[in-house]
């Protein structure tokens, strides 16, 4: 039992224990004993805050955290195991930033910059290397430490010891300078290369080692972690102190400031490093060369001084690389030329135009392409390079009936038959008794050689005219004198219209050219032909030459197979009688409602109605209607009516709209009990193709809409009148018009109500028909200030007329 009791209490001994250490382990004596495996999140978040309260990191607090007793190993997992607490709990504005990069067990401080372009710089040369946010000339990580490398406060070293010993740990550079390694001491290496600080470490380790000395175990040392160095640039688009990598370069400050000012110099910048200058830096060797001799590694305190330039020029048009540029003394227009990649394939480089500036104007220089290596250009020249002539030296051109007309090349002494063969020969269709030479003349006139084609091929040299740079050579074709003759069809073929002419073209031709005929041709054919005379008769009245015959109207292929001749016009006609049977629809209270095919041309609605079975027992006999189609035709007329209207009056247009959208159709009321009586009643109209016989079925109820108390349908009463109905659903409501009201009948006739002096009369009303109130007008009331100008103006009218009358 007592042994058990001495357990339970070593035990909560020891958990009592990592507590207190975890809690205040920046003032605990004691850290060989904490277990980070065991800390809980509430432990974390303790340390977390104790380092947060005293303004410090973890990295910082390792010296002092390995020498209270905490190993290598637990102080790493306590590290990795804080910085998972703080990316877990971070929100907001708390979340942690990422300040270090790692690369293959590398750490670097991250530094970055917005990059802004620069607009106003942009055509001088190099200032895109500085606003390229992609080009930023970091330091890689990946490879071996540079030799030369002077360690300092801030760095971290990776010791190894590996052999029949080992040991493990990443230990800082203090800001003392020194490293302290764990039982062998502090050493000091600030100032010291790698190189060297290698071999001082490894011989410290060795004095405690022995297995070191004897080579029974290695010692490895590398660069783990780099650190950051303060330097100054001044003269840069944004200059003032950075803090970079140990391991950064020239390049890299300058990409941070966004390289040189408006009027900073590319060519001439100072690396000042204790107070002297330690590399004058000439961003144009990089430029033009790659050469990256200039972009030496940086140290603390160093100054990147960039001073203002000594001469610029500028250089434009056809270069491949137009700018301006930064000149040294002793440079010429060659060197010049070389930053501006040389000429493009379109510049003349025989001279360069330069505008010069004098102490009061400018004035104009030629430079000679034999100058171009000792011209030295001065600080304002102005560089232009033009475009050669649009001009050719040795061009000649064919054209016309040959094989292959195009430009060719002129040598001297190249005849017209020398050209035709290299244009591969003549057409067929060439005309061979003429051809023609535009010449371009001394004085850039032209002039017109003619040449005998037939003479100059076959060894007339008297002929065979020789040429000269910039001939045109035309070589007519036999085609190009003559007339296009055409041929018109028209009427029952199916594709009517202009056609080319063809010798011996006849009618069978055209006719199946055309498609053939169509069903409605008669056999009669009508073609007119020109009159072609030199003598004018005025005795002949005719125009033309009518030729008229008949055809077989029921096949393509004619037995007389007449020959045209050019610009005839053929027209076949239309048999008297050809038309295809047309439809009306009946629809409603009849026996046999559908379509009909209207029998004759004077078909009527009596006669439809008796052929659909005539009316049924629940037929309204005063709602009978026709809806007829709204022809286009019609349209057309109301579009074309001018009714003198302003430009911005659309009714025309409304109207129209109105027709072809919404209504589609016109109605014509029908009276059947008129018919019935007397056939020949103006309401038996006589039916086109596409009407519609409507025949309404009885209904007892009147209905009552528009601007009405009660849309409703009101049973029909037999010797009520219009009031009553807009009475029976409330009357007009505050907007209705009840004096425009209206009836619309069911064959779609329409009446309204009449005025005379103080006496209104009412429509009469009918089965199923429909009462209309119309909405009143808007009006504007007049204004108090309106009517006191009335009154103003009677007074005045007044006074007037009293005046005239004393």
Known sequence: MKKITYVLVLFFTFLFSYSIKAQDILKSKDLSTVKVDYLSEDDLAKISSQLKSNNTTIEQVEPMALSKGMSQTEYNKLKVRLNEYAVKNATGNDKPKII????????????????????????????????????????????????????????????????????????????????SIQYVGQISVSGMTIEAATQKIKAAIARVYSTVSSGQSQVSISLSKIRTIKIT??????????????????????????????NGSYRNIELIRNNKVFKNIDIYRFLVKGDQSDNVGLRENDVIRIPAYNQRVVVEGQVKRPGIFEMKKGENFSDLLNFASGFNEFAYTASVNVIQKTGKEFKVHDINESEYNSYQPQSGDVFRITRILNRFENRIKIEGAVFRPDYYSYQEGMRVSDLITRAEGLKEDAYSKRARIIRL?????????????????????????????????????????????????????KNPGVYDYFENLTLNDLIVQVGGLTGSASKRVEIARMVKSDVIDDSNPKRIELVQFEITSDNNEQAKNFLLKPFDVVNIRRIAVYEKPQMVIIKGAVAYPGKYVLENKKENVYNVVMRAGGLTSVANLEGMKIKRPIKQDQIDKIKSVDLNLSK???????????????????????????????????????????????????????????????????????????????????????????????????????????????????PNVVPDSQIVVPEKPETKNMTTGEWVSIGSVLTSLALLIVTAFK
């Not at 040429?467 to 018109?488: A, G, M, P, Q």
């Open 100 to 179: 270090e990069s790692q690369t293959d067990g590398r750490k670097q401080n991250q530094i970055t910059n917005d990059k802004v372009k620069d607009t106003a710089n942009a055509i001088i040369f190099g200032s895109e290397l500085f606003d390229n946010p992609t080009l930023n000339f970091e330091p890689d990580l990946k490879i071996a430490t540079p030799v030369n490398y002077l360690l300092g406060p801030g760095d971290e070293l990776q010791v190894s010891v590996y052999g029949v010993q080992e040991f493990n740990a990443s230990i800082p550079v203090s800001v003392e300078g020194k490293i």
């Open 441 to 493: 003349k001394t004085d850039l006139t032209t002039e017109i050689v003619n040449v005998d084609l037939n003479a100059a091929l076959t060894g007339d040299l008297n002929a065979d005219v020789e040429l000269k740079r910039e001939d045109i050579v035309t070589v007519y074709s036999i085609l190009d004198f003559r007339e296009e003759y055409k041929v018109t069809i028209d009427g029952e073929v």
């Open 233 to 262: 640039v001044i003269g840069g688009k944004q200059p003032g102190n950075y803090s970079i990598s140990s391991l950064a370069t020239v390049f890299n400050a300058l990409h941070l400031a966004g390289g040189p000012g408006k």
């Open 648 to 762: 911005t009056d659309t009714l025309n247009e409304k109207l129209a709209k109105k027709l072809e959208e919404d209504l589609k159709f016109s109605t014509i009321p029908i009276n059947w009990e008129k018919i019935v009586k007397d056939k020949n009643h103006y309401s038996n109209v006589t039916l086109f193709p596409g009407d519609e016989i409507e025949v309404a079925v009885y209904n007892e109820g009147v209905k009552v809409t528009g601007n009405v108390l009660l849309t409703s349908e009101i049973p029909y009463r037999r010797g009520k009148g219009f009031k009553y109905y807009i009475n029976a659903v409330g009357g007009v409501d505050s907007k209705g018009w009840k004096k425009k009201a209206y009836i619309i009948y069911p064959n779609g006739k329409a009446d309204v109500t009449k005025s005379f002096l103080f006496f209104r009369s009412y």
